[in-house]
T-cell receptor, first 115, second 110 residues
Framework: ETGVTQTPRHLVMGMTNKKSLKCEQHLGHNAMYWYKQSAKKPLELMFVYNFKEQTENNSVPSRFSPECPNSSHLFLHLHTLQPEDSALYLC??????????????FGAGSRLTVL | GQNIDQPTEMTATEGAIVQINCTYQTSGFNGLFWYQQHAGEAPTFLSYNVLDGLEEKGRFSSFLSRSKGYSYLLLKELQMKDSASYLCAVRDPNDYKLSFGAGTTVTVRA
């Protein structure tokens, strides 16, 4: 049982829809991450939050908008997506980002299909 | 940036041994991680190497050679449940971010 929970597990949306992915961790971690996992490609880091502050935005298009209301919750708001955005979106957490970073704990992911 | 290479797929027989190689070319190095990811599940941490040598954890071992930019994950006494994708990741000493390889899908056959 992973300590990081992601919902929904599966999402199908049209290009004009607005939806959100949710991530929750109860591990007492202070850093949270969004990764994109496409078939046969390396995980791509999208966003990093450390102590609720965004410390990384890895040149992600503005149609992806993260939100971190507290250290336990992370959202990814989706708007006007493209079919190439279809992928598995993984949330992860760690004790903190930067020099104090330890092992990442991942959620099971949200499988997104954009029609 | 980091360039992480690992084979795409490997197949082995139950009870056998499989070695998954990972080579990296990086501007710096602050540790190498191996993760296991079963289909539809979260990647889970397997091992961490920061110094040269072999780290053993039960049936799984991980080796690192920093001078060669090389690591391998050794899976012994393979079981059907070991069928999964294995991800190699290198941590950057400048920003402490992980760069991942594309993963190696291991299929264990009876």
């Amino acid at each position: 049982e992973t300590g990081v929970t992601q919902t929904p597990r599966h999402l199908v949306m049209g290009m004009t829809n607005k939806k959100s992915l949710k991530c929750e961790q109860h591990l007492g971690h202070n850093a949270m991450y969004w990764y994109k996992q496409s078939a046969k490609k390396p995980l791509e880091l999208m966003f990093v939050y450390n102590f609720k502050e965004q410390t990384e935005n890895n040149s992600v298009p503005s149609r992806f908008s993260p939100e971190c209301p507290n250290s336990s919750h992370l959202f990814l708001h989706l708007h006007t997506l493209q079919p190439e955005d279809s992928a598995l979106y993984l949330c992860a957490s760690s004790q903190q980002a930067g020099p104090g970073a330890n092992v990442l704990t991942f959620g099971a992911g949200s499988r997104l299909t954009v029609l | 940036g980091q360039n992480i290479d690992q084979p795409t797929e490997m197949t082995a027989t139950e009870g056998a041994i499989v070695q998954i190689n990972c080579t990296y070319q990086t501007s710096g190095f602050n540790g190498l991680f191996w993760y296991q990811q079963h289909a539809g599940e979260a990647p889970t941490f397997l091992s961490y190497n920061v110094l040269d040598g072999l780290e053993e954890k039960g049936r799984f071992s991980s080796f690192l050679s920093r001078s060669k930019g090389y690591s391998y994950l050794l899976l012994k006494e393979l079981q059907m449940k070991d069928s999964a994708s294995y991800l190699c990741a290198v941590r950057d000493p400048n920003d402490y971010k992980l760069s991942f390889g594309a993963g190696t899908t291991v299929t264990v056959r009876a």
